[in-house]
Nanobody
Framework: VQLQASGGGLVQAGGSLRLSCAASGLTFGRHTMGWFRQAPGEEREFVAA????????YYGHPVQGRFTISRDNAKNTFYLQMNSLKPDDTAVYYC??????????????????WGQGTEVTVSS
């Protein structure tokens, strides 16, 4: 299984970025997918998760109303649209796939497969 995250970069506060995560080696449409982030010196933090058919989405409190998770099962890819970015959003963002086909988890240890991370830096 491979997850390839992309789309990170440097952006000014108030700006937007769209992260993508391309998956291979798994039946993409059967898995909950999630985004997590880790800032320097901090614990890994839940950002967003989306169920297999996009019926259910969850967001971490700091990003609610600003970030949107979506997926395209035909392309084996899911996304994180990040708007109104703040300096506190600066982190390495990781995409992940849950091996369970039933739950939509916000817990990082529930996710089996991880991408390599893409760095997001928001300047003030």
């Amino acid at each position: 299984v491979q997850l390839q995250a992309s789309g990170g970069g440097l952006v000014q506060a108030g700006g937007s970025l769209r992260l993508s995560c391309a998956a291979s080696g798994l039946t993409f449409g059967r898995h909950t997918m999630g985004w997590f982030r880790q800032a320097p010196g901090e614990e890994r933090e839940f950002v967003a998760a989306i169920s297999r058919a996009s019926a259910t989405t969850y967001y971490g409190h700091p990003v609610q109303g600003r970030f949107t998770i979506s997926r395209d099962n035909a392309k084996n890819t899911f996304y994180l649209q990040m708007n109104s970015l703040k300096p506190d959003d600066t982190a390495v963002y990781y995409c992940a796939a849950d091996s369970s086909v039933w739950r939509v988890s916000q817990i990082d240890t529930d996710y089996t497969y991880w991408g390599q991370g893409t760095e997001v830096t928001v300047s003030s």
